[in-house]
C-alpha cells in the first residue's frame, strides 16, 4: 500500500512470504508432505502444475490481504 504497487504487480514481482517451495507428483505429494511435516516444516498446498496449451501462464487466485 505505502509503495502504491497494485497487487497483480506485487504477485508477479514478488514470491510475498513464500520461503520455500516442493514440487512433487501428486501422488507422492501427501508423502512429501508427511516427511516435511515430521522434520518440523509447515506445510501448506499453494498451486498445482497442470498441462496448458499455448504460451506458459501463471494464474493467481486468492488475496494477498488475508
Request: aromatic share 4%; proline share 2%.
Amino acid at each position: 500500500d505505502a509503495g502504491c504497487i497494485n497487487e497483480s504487480e506485487m504477485l508477479r514481482t514478488f514470491n510475498c512470504g513464500i520461503g520455500m517451495v516442493v514440487v512433487a507428483a501428486p501422488e507422492e505429494a501427501q508423502a512429501v508432505a508427511d516427511a516435511l511435516g515430521e522434520a518440523g516444516e509447515l506445510v501448506a498446498e499453494i498451486g498445482r502444475i497442470v498441462a496448458h496449451e499455448g504460451e506458459a501462464m501463471t494464474r493467481y487466485t486468492g488475496s494477498l490481504r488475508g
